[in-house]
């Protein structure tokens, strides 16, 4: 069968890769998988294909007699990505002189497009998680997909880390009801659960895993990385998160390649550099670009364009370039601060050199000293592809009581069948009869039990036993609130005449005043007033310094990576001609930093302590990276103030962690009582006021997944302030009087898996229970410590009566 | 523990729950209950526990039995929402509480006057006893101090080592003071104290001056 697409292939010029055949071949065999290949690997052709060449197959007469109707559904995390897919669709299916017709669905799409496709929906379909939940709360959806006989899931790797996830399983355990003949695909990016990622996919002990195949692309393509080494070390910063110090050494390797993306990794970040860049060289004006996911849609493509045209030398970035997209005439690509990770980084670095047998070239600029210790990690983990894990979810309840409304709202369902459907799942395979029934219970009373002044109102119950919404006002908001990202608030940004220019999070734009002036999309605006859901603003000629700051971002180094991290410190103290040159690089640093105190070895575990007019700091470094400090840093504070009162601030990053309180912490008590040891671990971590904090925190994404917290109409919106007070409050009642409720419960259970790792923090403390404690009474700041002790997010935790704090508070309270 | 304090020559105690004891009145002030909340969310399908309704009238019938006062005068936000079945709960309440009940109707209260005067309780706009102006809205006006609700005020504090802290709070300036929120299921708005104003923040079951 497939000489029609190596026929084709040769039409092009191109020859298929040994991975593109295997797929066909795969596919048309009937069997399910996963292809592993990276972006722009021609991983579209190699699935597109074969669900064309099916078609053909069962429909001889293919050319004249077109048989109308849904055959296969692409989905993609970012709609972004939609016009990409659809193109190669499209080029496929216009050449073999078919007449399928392939459409998009997403948010994005108009609802005179949604109600023509209701009508007659395209042969291939290319939608999200959410759009595809979307049409399962529309009545009559069996029949929509009753033809359909492929599904894939494009970057499955991003999704499966995720609740979206979550809400593909389910997705998915439904289409494998109702269309008899479905095939499920994905393709993922690599990652090092490969496997499980296919488990995730298919289900666990389904048929359809026992006749599947794992696809691996092997494209051994070559990535050299390359450090920026700043050239006078002694004036590099200890802390920071800008590179701005290393501007200028990236100006040569932008003027000598075709085009170079630079990569932050915050959009303020992004906002700086490109301004800064321009600022210190107007020469490149209108050959630089910037690229974020808050700036407009178009101004996004016409950069995309752009790249593809090669009419621009340089364009500043974020994450919203990770995926998708190929962008042939891209060189070298810079990253700008430390990635977090390793497949992050290696999916930068494979965004240029796409010229076959061209290598892919990357930069790594640190932005303060510490981190060219992971610019040395980093190349040691690209040699060996020490590739992170992506951890799936398990029992996520605030999305089945979401997909259970979504069944509910349109044709109803009955509990038996989606019970047996739902087991399957990876996710809820260890559901019990037991759960089931509270969920039931929860979607029909709002509770366990009926009590007669009730008013709750959400799913019914028919006489026949089907579970469904009868009322259109529930109905209506539950499909506004179909998906699992929960963000902030964002605020349209526009011109009083309407033009429009992006979005941005309410939080900075409620600081702002009228005619204030912030920079943004590389503008300067003056804010005039907040309309709506809409901030309007006009050209300013003043500059500014604000520049909104986004969440996020703050990613933690997997255990891979901080055991390389590690291994670049330890290195410090061996022969120079050894050394990395990242590491010779730091001499300075490193014999500053052994003035006070000394760059551990691999049997020993640092303690530095040290006092300024912030408070006395006392600093831990166990190197594993920014999650786990967080909860060994909670969990120490905790069962420091079982030996005393105390009230402290936390902080951390990926090299260790700080509590900062008002009074000096006894170390050597804290030694003698074994405070690092690994058990009770989880009991403690419990009783620790920050896991009570960040569980808060997870329970507002939970109160609106499960619908427990609405989110608002689009564009009406409630403030995400509201948002996060109703959240909170619900929080703290169900603290007082259910604390059995499984959503409550899922807070702390999420915070413990997914947040604080709680598997990986055994093993660190286990580690440090066989190191040498060297502590440290320093008389100012190291500069290890340096870029923990300026970190002004923090968490805080006390135990001391509140009362008592409140009066040593009261002395400072001024103004 | 409560907190005396002396406004215009009358004594009153401050109690942490949130309500104000007028000792020569035997009056009892309590703003922004918001009661009903709860059953309005289940209402329209959010799922807060039930059981948050009672939370409500046993804080109520706590204070009510620390000071057995003669009067209690709600400073508006009594009910929160329209007319829902909690009003059978409330009718209980008022059934077995001896206290004279009033309320100064508040931007939520938009329950019928009539339902409330079929339990006996008047409405006012506001209130002037003695030098004394009740309302729900802050007010300024010459010579009244003015008792208050409407915005549940709440204060941060900052501490050595970067602490800091939010907690509900009587919100005393020169001739007003605004009540926190009395109700269990509501949030808070911080503000921020000038030169002259007092602040008696709620600290688990204590008044503190701060």
């Known amino acids: ?815 | 523990m409560t907190q005396e304090i002396q406004i215009l020559g009358q004594e009153f105690v401050l109690h942490p729950l949130g309500g104000l004891f007028w000792k020569e009145k035997s009056m009892l002030l309590i703003s922004d209950v918001h009661l009903g909340k709860v059953a309005h969310f289940r209402k329209f399908g959010a799922a807060v526990p039930r059981k948050a309704i009672h939370k409500n009238y046993v804080l109520l019938d706590q204070i009510v039995a620390e000071f057995e006062p003669f009067q209690i005068c709600f400073l508006g936000d009594l009910f929160h929402s329209s007319l829902n079945k909690e009003w059978d709960l409330f009718e209980n309440w008022v059934a077995k509480t001896p206290s004279e009940l009033i309320l100064v109707s508040g931007n939520h209260d938009i329950i019928s006057p009539l339902k409330f005067e079929q339990l006996g309780i008047p409405i006012y706009n506001e209130l002037v006893v003695e030098g004394f102006l009740l309302t729900h809205h802050p007010e300024q006006r010459d010579g009244l101090f003015n008792f208050c609700g409407h915005i549940h005020p709440a204060i941060r504090l900052r501490g050595f080592g970067r602490q800091n802290l939010r907690l509900a709070c009587f919100f005393q300036s020169q001739n007003q003071l605004i009540f926190p929120a009395f109700g269990a299921f509501t949030g808070t708005h911080t503000l921020h104290p000038k030169k002259g104003d007092k602040v008696f923040a709620i600290v688990e079951d204590e008044v503190i001056q701060v």
């Open chain 1, 1 to 815: 069968m497939y000489h029609i697409a190596e026929s084709w292939f040769q039409q092009q010029g191109w020859s298929p890769f040994p991975f593109q055949k295997q797929s066909w071949g795969a596919f048309l065999d009937g069997k399910h998988g996963l292809l592993n290949a990276p972006t722009g690997s021609g991983k579209t052709y190699a699935l597109w294909f074969p669900i064309v060449l099916d078609y053909i197959n069962r429909n001889p007469g293919y050319k004249t007699k077109h048989k109308k109707g849904l055959k296969a559904i692409w989905i993609t995390p970012l709609r972004a990505l939609s016009q990409e897919i659809r193109q190669s669709a499209e080029r496929i299916t216009k050449d073999l002189e078919t007449q399928m017709t392939v459409g998009i669905r997403t948010g994005d799409t108009t609802t005179s497009e949604r109600a023509r496709q209701k009508k007659s929906m395209p042969d291939l379909l290319i939608t999200t998680p959410e759009s595809l939940h979307l049409l399962l709360s529309s009545k009559g959806y069996k029949t929509v997909f009753k033809n359909c006989s492929a599904i894939v899931v494009d970057e499955w790797h991003e999704l499966l880390g995720s609740k979206r996830g979550v809400q593909m399983e389910l997705g998915l355990s439904r289409l494998k009801t109702i269309c008899p003949n479905l095939r499920i695909w994905g393709i993922s990016a690599t990652i090092g659960n490969l496997e499980q990622a296919r488990e995730v996919l298919l289900g666990p002990s389904s048929p359809q895993l026992a006749n599947s195949v794992l696809i691996k692309a092997n494209l051994n393509k070559k990535i050299a990385v390359k450090s920026i080494i700043p050239s006078k070390m002694e004036t590099f910063p200890w802390r920071g998160h800008l590179g701005l110090h290393l501007l200028e050494e990236v100006v040569p390797i932008i003027n000598n390649s075709k085009t170079t993306l630079l990569f932050t990794n915050t959009r303020g970040q992004c906002e700086i550099w490109f301004q800064k860049i321009l600022e210190k060289h107007p020469e490149y004006a209108g050959e630089i670009a910037m690229h974020h996911g808050s700036i407009n849609k178009d101004t996004r493509l016409w950069v995309e364009q752009a790249i593809r045209n090669e009419s621009l030398k340089a364009v500043v970035c974020t994450s919203s370039l990770d995926l998708g997209v190929d962008f042939a005439p891209v060189e070298t690509v810079v990253q700008i601060g430390g990635p977090k990770g390793v497949a992050r980084f290696l999916q930068r670095a494979g965004r240029s050199g796409h010229r076959p047998g061209k290598e892919s070239v990357i930069y790594f600029l640190p932005t303060h000293a510490i981190e060219l210790i992971e610019a040395s990690a980093m190349q040691k983990a690209v040699l060996n592809a020490a590739v992170e894990d992506r951890t799936p979810y398990l029992n996520s309840y605030d999305v089945l009581i979401q997909y259970l409304t979504t069944l509910a709202v349109s044709d109803g369902f009955y509990p038996d069948e989606i019970f047996n459907e739902v087991k399957q799942t990876f996710c809820f395979q260890t559901l019990t009869h037991d759960i089931w029934q509270w969920l039931l219970n929860f979607l029909v009373m709002g509770s366990q039990s009926l009590k007669s002044y009730d008013e709750y109102k959400k799913v019914e119950v028919t006489e026949d036993g089907k579970f469904k919404v009868n009322l259109l006002s529930i109905a209506r908001r539950h499909r506004f609130q179909i998906g699992t990202i929960v963000g902030d608030a964002s605020l349209s940004v526009r011109y009083q005449k309407g033009g429009y220019i992006g979005t941005i999070e309410e939080s900075f734009i409620s600081k702002m005043n009228p005619g204030d002036v912030f920079t943004f999309a590389g503008r300067n605006l003056e804010f005039i007033r907040i309309k709506g859901m809409t901030a309007q603003v006009r050209n300013s000629p003043k500059r500014s310094n604000k520049i909104p700051s986004w969440m996020g971002g703050r990613l933690s180094f997997s255990a891979k990576m901080s055991e390389l991290l590690r291994q670049e410190l330890y290195s410090a103290e061996q022969a120079l001609d050894t050394q990395a040159p990242e590491i010779r690089a730091l001499a300075p640093m490193f014999a500053k930093q052994r003035e006070e105190s000394i760059v551990p070895q691999p049997d020993q575990f640092l303690i530095e302590t040290f006092k300024t007019n912030d408070g006395y700091h006392h600093i831990f470094y166990p190197f594993e990276g920014r999650a786990i400090h967080e909860g060994m840093s909670s969990l120490l504070a905790y069962r420091i103030s079982l030996l005393s009162p105390i009230t402290c601030s936390l902080a951390f990053n990926d090299y260790g962690f700080e509590l900062l309180s008002d009074k000096s912490i006894d170390i050597a008590a804290v030694l003698d009582n074994n405070l690092f040891t690994p058990g009770y671990m989880l009991s403690d971590l419990q009783k620790s006021l920050n896991s009570n904090e960040m569980a808060r925190r997870k329970f507002r994404d939970i109160a609106v997944i499960s619908g427990m917290v609405f989110t608002g109409y689009p564009e009406k919106g409630v403030k995400m302030k509201h948002l996060q007070s109703s959240s909170q409050l619900l929080f703290d009642v169900f603290k007082d009087i259910e604390d059995d409720n499984l959503l409550y419960q899922q807070a702390f259970t999420e915070t413990f898996e997914h947040q604080l790792e709680e598997g990986r923090l055994r093993l660190a403390l286990e580690r440090i229970g066989r190191q040498e404690i060297i502590w440290k009474q320093c008389t100012n700041p190291t500069p290890f410590s340096f870029p923990i002790i300026t970190d002004r997010l923090r968490e805080k935790l006390s135990n001391e009566k509140l009362a008592d704090r409140i009066k040593r508070m009261t002395k400072l309270l001024t103004k």
